[in-house]
């Protein structure tokens, strides 16, 4: 079985699982179905005309790839969303250097692109972060502001998961130009475009794994 519900209120500790009346069996020579979440259902009246929206799993949370395409969700998807469920608390709760807060919330986690067919994909925003493995937040008033996390106790140190984040970042651009290089490649040839890309990052969970290692074993990072 696979526990597959990742948003902020539901990552429990103590091995705790819950929603098992939304899970489903995994067969191992298949890969994954995308609908075995909950399909939120919305309806929008924007220019007068009702579109009914369907949502696999939780928008805040889900990968920039999952929200732009249509197709079976990989392992790259999961990863990113406990990335995001980390960046949600940590841009609420933890001192940085985002001046605008509320709007950066907004324009990650909740904005969509029109795709001007009544279908609505990833959000310019987390798109953007994800592709350029750098998290920031446009200012008009001045060049592209970088996020940085800081101690509570010492504003000027750096908190040790600003290391995480930047280093999974790091990671994700290089899938996300992959995944680009390959659609586009698929489209050229007339194929039907990816749902994966097959590099070594996230053939499973080690790329991750080695990263916690780093941030949480490494003496030098100084945890509150």
């Not at 790091?170 to 698929?186: E, G, Q, V, W």
């Not at 794994?209 to 490494?218: A, I, Q, R, S």
């Amino acid at each position: 079985m696979i526990y597959e519900s990742k948003s902020g209120d539901e990552v429990v500790r103590r091995g705790l699982l819950i929603d098992w009346e939304l899970s489903k069996n995994l067969d191992v020579h298949k890969r994954r179905q995308l609908a075995r979440t909950v399909s939120l259902i919305h309806l929008s009246t924007r220019c007068g005309i009702l579109t009914l929206l369907s949502v696999q799993g939780t928008w805040q949370f889900m990968s920039g790839i999952a929200l732009s395409r249509k197709g079976p969700i990989a392992i790259s998807d999961d990863l990113e969303s406990f990335i995001h469920v980390i960046l949600w608390h940590a841009v609420r709760f933890l001192p940085n250097t985002c001046k605008h807060i509320g709007s950066f919330m907004f324009h990650f986690f909740d904005d969509s692109f029109n795709e001007g067919d009544g279908q609505r994909s990833c959000g310019p925003l987390k798109m953007s972060v994800m592709i350029d493995g750098i998290l920031y937040y446009p200012n008009l008033l001045s060049r592209d502001a970088v996020i940085r996390f800081m101690h509570k106790d010492d504003p000027v140190e750096i908190h040790p998961i600003d290391t995480f984040i930047s280093n999974m970042l790091t990671l994700f651009r290089d899938y996300y130009k992959a995944h680009i290089i390959s659609s586009r490649a698929t489209s050229q040839l007339g194929g039907t475009k990816s749902n994966s890309v097959d590099i070594p990052h996230f053939k499973d969970h080690s790329a991750m794994e080695n990263v916690f290692k780093l941030v949480l074993l490494d003496a030098s990072m100084s945890w509150p």
